[in-house]
């Protein structure tokens, strides 16, 4: 399918945030007017100030740059208001602190050209000058988030947080990017490849930026900020899978415990261990249920696309099937402690065996409060979905 950025005609943005880059902002937009007028592109040179203090805004208009002011402050905040003022229908962005070159732009150019919507470049390939990138960051932060990236979104990504990419304005502006400080960068990745957009990655050089200051990035804050991003927008790995290994393991537990106790590598296990596994199996489903209703609030918002295994769950999964089947769960739970209770009066409310009633009990209890948090997951579902049809936004869709 043509993207808005195939064939020779490309109408090319270079777009750079900029917060105090006094030092680099007119050097970075020379090489980048370099680059347009050498390769025979048409396009603009566009800057987005975030509050700069210290001329920048005046320097890179003298440079020859259109330049915006954007009074929200936050990495993703001036980029995004960057792609809504481009005047381009692709656009490539990149750091005003002279650690990218923007006179050799002609790989992302041609990537976009041959129709890819997002063009990430890679330091790890292209290379990574002395001094350019802390050795924490180029040895642990991004190999592992890059590593979780390509993991959770199924994309053969090798730099997740290059700051130097190109992409299609249109195909980005579709994505609804919502985060305003450095997770934008995971952000856009993430949507791009749960979206369904053609990604592709090129070799770029970091070179060490010449700002003359510490660098805008804090690195335990905004690595985090990145991480909870990654594992916020993919419940798979954040609830499905260990809600999914809690459940099996607490639920074989649970069967096996449940009549008799059972002696693993010498160590011998009892109703003790019977009550962590009914745990186990009460937080397992708490948490594919949690995971099931972030994918679905994620697809109603539009945020991310339905994948098939939701629409089968709807398919069998509506509010009543829910309430259902934790009502039958809960009367079963009460059922089975009022048969204990009146055992417990048959024998005049005398002292019990623990070992003996504690095995019932605890099975009971576990039925109870599963009922119960399905039938509360299903109600919370269904208010969710009530909020959602009467928004006003959902009204004018």
């Given at each position: ?10 109408e090319?943005?270079i ?13 970075c ?10 390769h025979?592109?048409?396009g ?9 203090t ?41 750091d005003?602190?002279?650690?990218y ?39 642990l ?30 195909s ?12 934008f ?8 490849a ?19 200051r510490?660098p ?20 798979r ?40 596994m009914?745990g ?19 697809v ?8 098939r295994?939701l ?6 999964g509506?509010i ?5 089947v ?16 009146d ?42 979905a009530l ?11």
């Open positions: 399918m043509p993207t808005p950025c195939d064939g020779e005609e490309l090319l943005t777009l750079m945030p900029c917060l105090n880059e006094a030092r680099t902002v007119q050097a937009i020379s090489a980048a007017r370099g680059f347009l007028a050498s025979g592109v048409k603009e040179v566009l800057v987005a100030d975030n509050g700069s210290d001329g920048s805004d005046r320097l890179a208009a003298a440079a020859g740059a259109r330049v915006i002011r954007v009074d929200r402050r936050g990495y993703g905040a001036a980029l995004m208001a960057g792609v809504h003022a481009a005047r381009g229908r692709c656009i490539i962005m990149g005003a602190d002279e650690s070159d923007f006179s050799t732009l002609a790989a992302f150019v041609a990537r976009l050209r041959s129709g890819a919507e997002l063009v990430m470049g890679n330091r790890f390939k292209g290379g990574i000058e002395p001094g350019a990138m802390p050795a924490l960051h180029r040895h932060g991004n190999p592992v988030l890059s590593f979780i990236g390509r993991r959770f979104f199924r994309i053969a990504i090798g730099d997740f947080h290059c700051g130097l990419r190109g992409f299609s304005r249109e980005i502006l579709r994505l609804s990017l919502a985060t305003e400080g450095m997770e960068a995971s952000e856009m990745v993430a949507k791009a749960l979206a369904g957009l053609r990604i592709e990655e090129v070799p770029t050089v970091l070179r060490p930026d010449g700002r003359g510490p805008h990035l804090r690195t335990w804050r905004d690595g985090w900020r990145h991480l909870r991003f990654l594992l916020l927008f993919c419940p790995w954040l609830f499905l899978y260990p809600g999914v290994a809690l459940f099996l393991v607490g639920a074989m537990g649970f069967l096996a415990l449940q009549s008799k106790s059972v002696v693993v590598a010498s160590i011998g296990l009892d109703i003790h261990s019977l009550l962590y009914a186990a199996v009460i937080v397992g489903l708490q948490l594919v249920q949690l995971a099931v209703l972030t994918k679905w609030i994620g109603m918002a539009g945020v991310v696309p339905k994948p295994w629409e089968r769950v709807e398919r069998f509506s009543e099937m829910g309430l259902l934790g009502a039958a769960l809960l009367v079963a739970g009460c059922g089975w402690s009022v048969s204990l209770v055992a417990w009066s048959s024998s005049g409310f005398g002292n019990l065996d623990p070992r003996s009633v504690m095995r019932h009990a605890i099975p009971a209890v576990t039925l109870v409060v599963l009922g119960t948090q399905t039938a509360a997951g299903a109600l919370f579902a269904g208010a969710v909020t959602w049809r009467s928004s006003p936004s959902h009204s004018k869709a």
